[in-house]
Antibody
Framework: EVQLVESGGGLVQPGGSLRLSCAASGLTVASSFMSWVRQAPGKGLEWVSLIYAGGSTYYTDSVKGRFTISRDNSKNTLYLQMNSLRAEDTAVYYCARFVVIQPRFDYWGLGTLVTVSS | EIVLTQSPGTLSLSPGERATLSCRTS???????LAWYQQRPGQAPRLLIY???SRATGIPDRFSGSGSGTDFTLTISRLEPEDFAIYYC????????FGPGTKVDFK
């Protein structure tokens, strides 16, 4: 059974930093395409970042230069380093596996809430 | 950039009724690139349909997807109480993109 468990969310001031983690079981992060998707309160889903199995990384325009996606293969864990946080980054952040053929997010974590506020 | 439009914004129905949800893309896309998700209140999204019409593992056959070009449809043949939720379509162009969602609520 695949499980994705996010952690690291919380309250942070504007301009601050936070690192989210996604611990995986039942799948191998190193050989998967892994992604972060966020959902602002009462809003829809927004793709944030993607890391390919080969290591290439991609970001939505609004977080480029501020967020960094990475993984630790030995811990089977995905990360999202978030710097220079803004109020508009406030959201639940979901970790999800992305399947490239017939593209889709097939496994999702429960999410972790990030609140950016002074 | 391809823009997704979902309609209606809200669909008010009763259990046992048929639900028809629309997703339109601003440009024609291949069928392989369209997926649908269900999100119940307080829960993570769940993959329902991928490749326009393939049901994900464990998804009941009352859920079906169809369409081509720019017009795609998610149909729930007979609504069960647990089907009242928000539904999102998603495409992959240069990056994954989600539609704004359709809420199916109780009439």
């Amino acid at each position: 059974e695949v499980q994705l468990v996010e952690s690291g969310g919380g309250l942070v001031q504007p301009g601050g930093s936070l690192r989210l983690s996604c611990a995986a079981s039942g799948l191998t992060v190193a050989s998967s395409f892994m992604s972060w998707v966020r959902q602002a309160p009462g809003k829809g889903l927004e793709w944030v970042s993607l890391i390919y199995a080969g290591g290439s990384t991609y970001y939505t325009d609004s977080v480029k230069g501020r967020f960094t996606i990475s993984r630790d293969n030995s811990k089977n864990t995905l990360y999202l380093q978030m710097n220079s946080l803004r109020a508009e980054d406030t959201a639940v952040y979901y970790c999800a596996r992305f399947v490239v053929i017939q593209p889709r997010f097939d496994y999702w974590g429960l999410g972790t809430l990030v609140t950016v506020s002074s | 950039e391809i823009v997704l439009t979902q309609s209606p914004g809200t669909l008010s129905l009763s259990p046992g009724e048929r639900a028809t949800l629309s997703c339109r893309t601003s440009q024609s896309i291949s069928n392989i690139y369209l997926a649908w998700y269900q999100q119940r209140p307080g829960q993570a999204p769940r993959l329902l349909i991928y490749g326009t019409s393939s049901r994900a593992t464990g998804i009941p056959d009352r859920f079906s997807g169809s369409g081509s070009g720019t017009d795609f449809t998610l149909t729930i043949s007979r609504l069960e109480p647990e089907d009242f939720a928000i539904y999102y379509c998603q495409i992959y162009d240069t990056s994954p993109t989600f539609g704004p969602g359709t809420k199916v609520d109780f009439k």
